[in-house]
């Protein structure tokens, strides 16, 4: 069945990085338009991010432009989230999100970002 695996999220200060990474499984990794959404505290879902499948063209909220790339290795079968230069705004559950045939969710990653 489909599967997306986040990890590397954490606690982290101002002004730091962090990587996340989305490991899928189930389907045709290659052929899936990938995404991060992110989901803050009494907050709604937000998309942050997405990846396109054959240019693997890239698309950002304006909250993040700048900041945060997104990027894929269809070898492995996973899709990235480098963020960089990380504000207390920035603190959410962070999710993957597949779209191919359908749409498929990861469990979610914490970002913490505290002083």
């Known amino acids: 069945q489909v599967q997306l695996v986040e990890s590397g999220g954490g606690l982290v200060q101002p002004g730091g990085s962090l990587r996340l990474s989305c490991a899928a499984s189930?389907?045709?990794?290659?052929?899936?338009?990938m995404r991060w959404y992110r989901q803050a505290p009494g907050k709604e879902r937000e998309l942050v991010a997405s990846?396109?499948?054959?240019?693997?063209?890239?698309s950002y909220a304006d909250s993040v432009k700048g900041r945060f790339t997104i990027s894929r290795d269809n070898a492995k079968n996973t899709v990235y989230l480098q963020m960089n230069s990380l504000k207390l705004e920035d603190t959410a559950v962070y999710y993957c999100?597949?779209?191919?045939?359908?749409?498929?969710w990861g469990q979610g990653t914490q970002v913490t970002v505290s002083s």
């Open positions: 999100y597949a779209r191919w045939m359908a749409g498929y």
């Open positions: 990846i396109s499948t054959t240019d693997y063209s890239a």
């Open positions: 189930g389907f045709t990794f290659s052929s899936a338009a």
